[in-house]
């Protein structure tokens, strides 16, 4: 075996690629964040719009989403392949008494967070980035641009008149929270990032994001379909 | 005081399963370890099967006194070997579980006793310096710093108990081999073998079916020498360097 399939297939290489893939995707949500934000001007989804046109047709961004493609998929299977062996290393007992404490709770459930997760990126996705793509979204032009772009802001504002996706989206936001609660400690911890003066930091940081940023996300929805 | 104890009874005419027994006249100043010999005891003179448990130095130090107590590696105390806890923490008409250690790689030989020999190959397969036989060195012919020395002896003070596989979720090992690696990794004694030590004793460590640390920290919790994740970091390190940087051979 070559030291690189001997490194990967390590437990502590497979630890690694969760660890980049995570912090790639940490990394994307704010990015993807502060575009979404943009759902809130004022201006009938104009900024939105040239955005998400943006977004699609730049081939830097267009490379860099395969990149991010591949990353959910890398995640997400090594993931299931990395829970599984562990509960193979268990064994087939378990203990009578369990005794978890309650700072264990997120880590010791990222597998069932990160399934829930998967699936609301799989619905996500059908709902507004495969629609992006192939569906059949209104043209709009506007002052200043040379071509008409896709009218995905009429989409998404549809969509949040629905209060089942408002609640849908607020409730998945929860989850994403809890998963990066444990997941941006542990990436830090994972590539060996740990040190008595920063690790506090490392720990609080990633606390605040792990708060800050879904918030942020699910506040999106929800103006939107007080505003409708 | 009068107790209830829920013991996971296994070999012999046992096929894996709890047993219960009532013990009265339990002293509060007895060890957890002198309460279950009480037990024994009467289980012999009732001509029945004492309850195999491991023991040895009954001083906190030789980390052979592994057991699950109330779901907890060692028992419910902070930084303390099973026996190490005393009656007194528990009261009158309590009931206690008690069970062997969980993992694949950690075999149930008999009743609450684990074959651990997989700590051992983890050791064997690079958890040691080579240096040549003759007359002894003297003991400070190579200066190292105080806090160096410290941090190194407090990863040495893994006594190889197992506690940390039986409180992780995953029976994962890399507390007891990251507190291996980083004692030498911290020392100029352990520098000439250490690129080949980290990717050694992880690759044993991998081969005996440990699972994989999703940094739960419940090892560093339940560890009775309180041995810090911040080693499990360190052993990440140690071997990404090993591994990315270090020559091919």
């Not at chain 1, 912090?23 to 939105?48: K, M, R, S, W, Y």
């Not at chain 2, 609450?112 to 020999?117: A, E, F, G, Q």
């Not at chain 2, 699972?211 to 990440?236: D, H, M, Q, W, Y």
């Amino acid at each position: 075996m070559s030291w690189f399939s001997k490194f990967i297939t390590s437990s502590i290489g497979q630890k690694v690629v969760m660890s980049l893939t995570g912090l790639f995707l940490t990394l994307f949500l704010a990015v993807h964040l502060l575009g979404n934000l943009q759902l809130l001007q004022d201006d009938g989804g104009e900024a939105f719009n040239v955005y998400a046109y943006f977004m699609t047709h730049n081939p830097l961004i267009k490379t860099i989403s395969y990149v991010l493609y591949a990353s959910i998929l890398l995640h997400a299977i090594q993931g299931i392949l990395i829970w599984r062996s562990n509960k193979a290393a268990r064994g087939t007992h378990r203990y009578a008494v369990n005794h978890v404490r309650s700072t264990e709770r997120a880590s010791r459930n990222m597998a069932w967070i990160g399934i829930v997760i998967f699936v609301f990126i799989l619905l996500h996705l059908y709902q507004f980035w495969f629609q992006m793509h192939w569906g059949n979204l209104v043209y709009v032009e506007y002052d200043g641009y040379t071509h008409p772009v896709k009218d995905l802001y009429v989409l998404v504002a549809d969509s949040y008149k629905n209060l089942g996706f408002v609640v849908f989206y607020v409730i998945s936001m929860g989850v994403v929270g809890f998963h990066l609660w444990h997941g941006f400690w542990s990436l830090f911890q994972t590539i060996g990032l740990n040190h008595s003066k920063y690790t506090p930091l490392i720990k609080g940081i990633g606390g605040a994001y792990a708060v800050v940023v879904p918030l942020l996300f699910a506040v999106i929805p929800v103006v939107m379909y007080l505003k409708s | 005081m009068k107790l209830t104890l829920k013991i996971w009874r296994q070999g012999g005419k046992y096929n894996g399963e709890f047993v219960t027994y009532k013990l009265d006249n339990v002293n509060e100043h007895m060890s957890f370890l002198e309460m279950l010999d009480v037990l024994n005891e009467q289980l012999i003179e009732k001509r029945e099967e004492p309850v195999a448990f491991e023991h040895d130095c009954r001083e906190g130090i030789c980390g052979s006194c592994s057991m699950v107590i109330d779901g907890r590696a060692h028992g419910p105390m902070q930084g303390t070997t099973t026996c190490q806890v005393h009656m007194r923490h528990y009261k009158e008409g309590d009931t206690i579980v008690i069970e062997p250690f969980r993992a694949k790689a950690f075999p149930v030989i008999r009743d609450l006793v684990v074959d651990r020999s997989a700590f051992d190959r983890i050791i064997q397969s690079g958890g040691y310096i080579s240096v040549n036989t003759g007359q002894a060195q003297d003991a400070n012919a190579i200066p190292i710093e105080k806090d160096q020395a410290s941090r190194a002896f407090d990863a040495a003070a893994c006594i190889g108990c197992g506690a940390c596989v039986a409180a992780c979720p995953n029976a994962s090992a890399m507390l007891f081999t990251s507190a291996k690696v980083s004692h030498l990794a911290l020392l100029p004694q352990g520098e000439v073998e250490r690129k080949r030590r980290v990717l050694a004793m992880v690759a044993q460590m991998d081969a005996e079916g440990f699972g994989k640390c999703s940094n739960v920290t419940a090892c560093e919790a339940e560890c009775p020498k309180e041995i810090s994740v911040s080693n499990i970091a360190r052993l990440n390190r140690e071997y990404l360097a090993a591994t990315l940087a270090g020559e091919l051979t």
